[in-house]
């Protein structure tokens, strides 16, 4: 992700590994670390940037100074109690997890991975496979401490500057860098998740059975094959569940039910060539992905890392898709515009463009972050491989949501068409103006902020 | 910023209302509408430029330029970047002359030289140091085969576009690791208000063919173009030729 070029500065990518620009990288310990920093950052500017989980160029600053948050790395204060923890931003959540799952507290909100950090969180308000039921990351959190272009540590929260507070929140770091954070946490009886699957022969039963019986779930996701057509288009693989009560567990697990073991198992090396993840053995692989997962099973017990975080048992798995990277196409459109959602999955699948992993998730209620992706929904992710083409068919996609009347998820995005960025986002102009506020001579910026004009 | 998939968000075009120039806006207009900076002289042709690209789609800024000028570069490149970044910037400027009058006109010789050698190197140095300070960008050059040998028929336009295509190679080894890089593109005769009244040579090629080699060479982070692609072997070949034969060429 990372490689150093002569002039001291580092090529960085985000997770797809495209468009790499070269940035000045300094790691900061301390608030007054980034303070210094903040001082230094001259003409190109300054970002934060934590475990560059996203899979464009919301960490990058070309040309300008990056902030690596990854040392800030301090567990302030657990209040048991309250189920609130008080951390700084470059915590991940997997050290949460490690840290407090065996104590019953589980993180509100974890994105696919558990490797983002808590200020990475916050600057991209993630979402996870229970938003319907709890909203955003940023929902949870109580406050945080902003420091601003002026050098000042701001306490922002829901109930103070909350304009300030909710620019921040899937702000992408523009606003400012996050130093720390109080979150509140999940209470959680057993490290165990009860999981039903089912599995639906096409998307039309799909939809149906997510708008019929999500409620009942508090975690849920459903898995796509986006290469099938036909009668089986949107063929999908649903797999929902909530953390299992010590009595549920089977006697062997409840000595102990609370524990515990993330861990990667094993890492991908840098030696895949581009071209391996292809229409045939994406569609080879789809195949095998929806005919063993079981037609109906109820009341199965995963692990938290099964359940909700399958790929982080590889480290780097996104070389697998070679030198040219690949990106993630993630849009939500409304309720009720099932057809465009239709669409796209058809155009997708007809268009020969391999999509290995698509994710398909009912969002509950939008959330108030000016920038925040999640609106109530259909959200679905796609993970394409960078072929020649594919400029052309996302810019027709994202028409097609624009005119649905929903938007693409910025902590994905590598390439969506800036002049239709203001329909995505009505609030667009309340973040500008929040962002004047604080940061008049624009010391936060980024390549994506650059790119999309933000 | 160039995007994961190629797409541009700024276009520079030195030399803004050459054929070329204003054909590469287009190819990319067709992609995406994006913002155009046109660099050239305060002409009706430009206004006219100008305004045929706000039709396609574009955001144009009009910035003023004058190759004759030697202190018109640094003036245009300022001005260009004030608005924000530049993602490519196009250097589409020449001319070829008057090759009876250059024979013997020294002062032509000069002022040919002005405007295809010395106007291109230092614009290129400029760019290059706006793009190394802004960690991304691509400098597309227009360089022509007439540099790979020049011949008796039009050696003074030859020579210009051998240095300025040996500058712009050279500029790009020294931009690695940079984020900013260089395409040199070398088309063969281009059917364009430049070329006009002239017999076309063979493997004559229109300005939208070498738009699209640089829309495409851009997208690919290719180094060298040429346009159409067989010239790299005919002009391969053409370099080996003995003097006294090529000499006799009907080139």
């Not at chain 1, 990056?66 to 700084?88: F, I, N, Q, R, S």
């Not at chain 1, 309340?430 to 999309?452: E, I, M, N, Q």
């Amino acid at each position: 992700m990372a490689d150093r070029s002569r002039s001291g500065q580092v090529a960085l990518t985000g997770w797809g590994r495209t468009a790499p620009t070269p940035a000045t990288v300094t790691t900061a310990a301390s608030a007054d670390e980034v303070r210094a920093l903040l001082g230094e950052a001259g003409p190109r500017g300054l970002l934060a940037r934590g475990l560059a989980r996203s899979y464009g160029d919301a960490a990058q600053n070309a040309g300008g100074h990056v902030l690596d948050t990854t040392a800030l790395d301090g567990v302030l204060d657990v209040d048991l109690g309250a189920a609130v923890v008080e951390v700084e931003a470059g915590v991940s959540l997997d050290r949460l997890m490690t840290l407090l799952v065996p104590l019953g507290l589980f993180v509100p909100v974890t994105a696919g991975t558990r490797y983002v950090t808590v200020g990475g969180a916050i600057a991209a308000d993630i979402h996870g496979k229970d938003h319907h039921r709890t909203g955003s990351f940023s929902r949870h959190v109580e406050w945080l401490d902003l420091l601003t272009a002026d050098g000042e540590v701001r306490r922002i929260g829901p109930d103070r500057d909350p304009e300030l507070f909710w620019a921040t929140a899937g702000g992408m770091g523009l606003t400012g860098v996050v130093l720390r954070a109080a979150v509140r946490m999940r209470r959680i009886e057993t490290a165990q998740l009860l999981v039903d699957t089912d599995r639906t022969p096409d998307l039309d039963a799909l939809l149906e059975l997510l708008t019929a019986t999500d409620h009942l779930y508090d975690y849920s996701v459903a898995w796509i094959d986006c290469v099938a057509r036909g009668a089986r288009l949107g063929r999908s693989v649903l797999t929902r569940g909530r953390f299992a009560h010590r009595d549920e567990l089977p006697a062997r697990h409840r000595a102990d039910p609370l524990r515990y073991s993330g861990s990667v198992r094993l890492t991908a090396p840098d030696l895949f060539p581009s071209g391996l993840l292809n229409p045939v053995t994406v569609a080879a692989f789809n195949e095998v992905w929806y005919r063993k997962a079981p037609a109906r099973r109820r009341a199965q017990l995963q692990s938290i890392p099964t359940f909700f975080h399958p790929l982080d048992g590889v480290g780097s798995w996104n070389r697998v898709y070679g030198r040219r990277g690949f990106v993630q196409y993630q849009f939500v459109v409304p309720l009720g515009q099932e057809e465009t959602l239709r669409c796209v999955v058809e155009r997708i699948a007809t268009s020969g463009t391999a999509s290995f992993l698509a994710v398909l998730k009912r969002f509950g209620a939008g959330d108030p972050g000016y920038l925040s992706f999640p609106q109530e929904g259909w959200t679905l992710a796609l993970d394409i491989p960078v072929v020649a083409g594919l400029a052309e068919l996302l810019d027709g996609l994202d028409e097609l949501v624009v005119a649905a009347g929903g938007r693409i998820y910025l902590a994905k995005d590598a390439r969506v068409r800036p002049d239709l960025l203001p329909r995505m986002y009505p609030r667009l102009d309340r973040f500008r103006a929040v962002r004047a506020r604080v940061d008049p001579g624009g010391v936060f910026t980024s390549d994506l902020a650059r790119r999309l004009c933000l | 910023m160039i995007d994961a998939l190629g797409s541009v968000g700024t276009l520079l075009l030195v030399g803004g209302t050459s054929d070329i120039a204003v054909a590469t806006a287009h190819r990319y207009l067709r992609e995406r509408p994006l913002r155009i900076v046109l660099a050239a002289r305060d002409t009706p042709r430009r206004d006219a430029v100008a305004e045929e690209l706000r039709a396609g789609g574009g955001t144009v800024e009009v910035v003023d330029f004058d190759a004759d000028d030697p202190a018109s570069p640094q003036r245009m490149v300022e001005r260009a970047f004030a608005g924000g970044d530049v993602d490519v910037a196009v250097v589409a400027f020449g001319q070829l002359g008057d090759e009876q009058r250059l024979r013997t006109d020294a002062t032509a010789v000069a002022g040919l030289a002005q405007v295809n050698y010395v106007a291109p190197v230092v614009v290129g140095t400029l760019l290059a140091e706006r793009m190394r300070g802004q960690g991304h960008g691509v400098i597309v050059a227009l360089s022509s085969v007439a540099g790979e040998r020049p011949r008796a028929s039009n050696f003074v336009y030859g020579s210009t576009k051998a240095g300025m295509d040996a500058f712009y190679s050279g500029l790009a080894d020294s931009l690695v690791g940079s984020g900013a890089s260089v395409v040199v593109v070398r088309p063969g005769f281009v059917h364009s208000k430049m070329t006009a009244g002239r017999p076309a040579a063979p493997l004559s090629i229109t300005p939208e063919a070498v738009a699209a080699a640089i829309v495409d060479a851009v997208r690919r982070g290719r180094h060298t173009v040429w346009v159409p692609g067989v010239m790299r072997a005919v002009m391969s070949a053409l370099r080996h030729v003995p003097r006294p034969l090529f000499r006799r060429l009907p080139l």
